[in-house]
């Protein structure tokens, strides 16, 4: 049915169809019948929580940052069956982001290409926004506790990707990033710092040693300063030279980071199916999808035989299929975050993913 209606959406710009699916399930999702029975198709049956950083998650699936942006959808992702959701990426002041258009498919590859450039409503609305969705969890959380004592009200988990405004010179960086990770303390589970994405120029400057430690050393102690001191995790992107991988292993492993998520999109556009003059009409931007997901694969592995697995990691990239989560949950991977397969694959991917993980662990 999905593969049907994907069809016809994608003879349309990626971008608006983006927020029209998900504005006509937010309006869906404001029936609470139709919430109840989308609800019923979609999230996994049975138990499949698990712990990971301290921290309880329905199942071990993930939505990746860049999809829910400004923490607009959570109530209609859960509906879905998400373990978490990642917002963001968020950066002290709104920004519009690069010229559309800025995001676009290549079906022949299941593949996306995306230059958006950390659009955002800034931190500020977007705390709003959680502390407010936050609040109302919680009493439908206590209302379903009430009337259901024996279902699973695990809440959803929110993590927040933070970066820095696109005119913040990289030797100030950690303002940015101190920022956003005091205005959404209080109302995320996690932190992602976000040094890996292409589409801010100088960006990746800061996977860097040195300007990395600067960053962590500032989140690390404003963490212990504030009561309910959050997770930090780093995501990388998958063209990091082994050299460069493992000086984020070992300041890693200096600083006590809690974890990666690896990867980020590639700028590689290698052994590509699609057409090479479409490919240069599209211009730059992070590849996404199953061109990536050897190469994240291999990441995850590299990193935790390095580290003897002491390392935690959540795994993403190119996985479409419970088999490509069980490959990066193999790797070294703990979670696993989708955000292409889940545009290609539809609403039923978590599901599909939690029912393949539990069969194949039994």
Known sequence: MYQLLRRFLFLFDAEKVHYFSMNALRLLCKWPLVKGILGNMFRPAGDHRF???????????????????????????????????????????????????????????KALINRMGFNNDGMDDIAARLKQWRLASTVNRRFASATSPHKNNTTLIIGGN????????????????????????????????????????????????????????????????????????????????????????????????????????????????????????????????????EKSTALIAYIHQKTAGKLSIIGSGGIFTGADAKEKIDAGASLVQVWTGFIYEGPAIVKRISTYLAQVNK
């Open 162 to 293: 933070i970066g820095k405004n696109k005119i913040t010179a990289n030797e100030d960086a950690w303002k940015d990033y101190e920022a956003c990770f005091l205005a959404l303390h209080e109302w995320v589970d996690y932190f992602v710092v976000n040094v890996s994405s292409p589409n801010t120029p100088g960006l990746r400057e800061l996977q860097e040693k040195e300007s990395l430690r600067k960053i962590f050393l500032v989140l690390h102690q404003r963490n212990k300063e504030l009561q309910n001191p959050k997770p930090v995790l780093l995501k990388i992107a998958p063209d990091l030279s082994r050299e460069q991988v493992d000086d984020v292993i070992d300041l890693a492993i200096e600083i006590n980071l809690d974890g990666l998520i690896v990867s980020n999109t590639t700028i590689s556009r290698e052994q590509l199916k699609t057409n090479a003059a479409e490919i240069n009409s599209i211009g730059a931007g992070g590849l996404s999808g199953q061109p990536v997901k």
């Open 51 to 109: 712990r990971f950083l301290n921290i309880n998650f329905s199942n071990r699936v993930g939505l990746g940052a860049g999809f829910d942006k400004n923490a607009r959808y959570l109530t209609e992702l859960q509906t879905l069956g998400f373990g978490h959701v990642e917002i963001g990426t968020v950066t002290p002041m709104p920004q519009d982001g690069n010229e559309k258009p800025r995001l676009f498919r290549l079906p022949k590859d």
